[in-house]
């Protein structure tokens, strides 16, 4: 069973890796929510993989990791980095 996002776009074989958000990122934010749920409940990456990123682990192991690995890197940045920048607000100010 596979599960896709809210906004019904499939997530890409490899999330982006670079230092600003990106359209992707905005319409997958929920994506990444989710792997960071699935990680901190401790759940088998094979099995969200196939999930929430849609891909078969059984069928090609090596693309789903790369899906999986590329993703949880990006969510782990958007938690750490990139949520900084949803929170500026135009003209470069952060909100107190």
Do not use: F
Not at 33 to 46: S, V
Not at 51 to 74: E, K
Request: net charge negative; with cysteine; glycine share 8%.
């Amino acid at each position: 069973m596979t599960s896709q996002p809210d906004n019904g776009a499939a997530p890409s074989d490899e999330a982006p890796d670079c230092p600003l958000l990106t359209a992707y990122d905005h319409l997958h934010h929920v994506t990444y929510l989710r792997l960071l749920d699935a990680e901190e409940a401790g759940a088998e990456w094979r099995e969200v993989t196939r999930i929430v990123l849609g891909r078969d682990p059984a069928i090609d192991r090596d693309g789903a990791r790369r899906c999986w690995d590329s993703h949880m890197a990006r969510a782990s940045w958007m938690r750490d980095t990139g949520y900084r920048q949803l929170l500026t607000i135009p003209g470069g100010k952060t909100p107190h």
